[in-house]
């Protein structure tokens, strides 16, 4: 059974949740989660380098000088790519590097991602935010005090804006509904701090682990 530290909306500790290990994925999902991660960060590629090839280059199609008798090697175009101002041999175009990630693994590769966080103790929990007014000092305090020495990902259930406004600012943090959280998000902050609703519905999006028979469990 791992245990989540709970914390009330003060920061103070308001004890401790229980999630069962029969809902961890630990077995399996190593390389789901490498090929999504991949696939994630080859999506954020721009894919807008251009160079100039032999062909494009501007430039007479004159030789040079003449084939032979000059005592230099032959040189058919000033566009040649050995030559400084030619064109690049081989060089990049723009392309699209994004990958197709099925269904199942990107949901296997999220179940176990999360279910290492859990595991590791790096997920807390406090039961809701109480923020009347944008404060980003009151965020920042919060999560000192709940903890949080490096960087946070701060999940919520719902839309807030007084959270959202409080988060945005902070360096090593970010503000994000569970519904749009990614492997890539999973992994990229030192420590995931979810609200009550926040953690249920992050949960909620764990695949369900299956049982020796081959059924739900």
Do not use: C
Request: overall charge positive; cysteine-free; hydrophobic content about 40%.
């Amino acid at each position: 059974m791992s245990t989540i530290k709970v914390f009330n909306a003060a920061g103070g500790a308001a004890g401790e949740m229980e999630f069962a290990d029969s809902r961890l994925v630990l077995d399996k999902g190593e390389q789901a989660v490498k090929d999504v991660i991949v696939a994630t960060q080859n999506g954020l590629r721009a894919g807008t380098a251009s160079t100039l090839g032999k062909g494009e280059v501007a430039g007479s199609n004159k030789k040079p000088w003449k084939q032979k008798g000059s005592g230099r090697a032959r040189v058919g175009t000033r566009q040649n790519p050995v030559w400084r101002g030619g064109g690049v041999a081989h060089g990049p175009k723009p392309r699209d590097y994004s990958q197709k990630v099925n269904r199942k693994v990107a949901q296997l590769a999220f179940t176990r991602a999360l279910s290492e966080r859990i595991a590791a103790g790096d997920v807390v929990v406090i039961e809701r935010f109480d923020f009347t007014a944008p404060k980003t000092s009151q965020m920042k305090a919060l999560l000192k005090k709940v903890g949080v020495e490096r960087s946070a990902l701060i999940v919520v259930d719902q839309f807030e804006e007084n959270v959202m406004l409080s988060g945005r600012n902070l360096p090593n943090a970010a503000v994000v509904r569970a519904a749009e959280i990614d492997v890539y998000g999973l992994l990229l902050f030192r420590t995931i701090v979810a609200t009550q609703a926040g953690f249920e519905a992050l949960t909620a999006r764990m695949q369900a682990k299956k049982t020796e028979a081959g059924e739900g469990a």
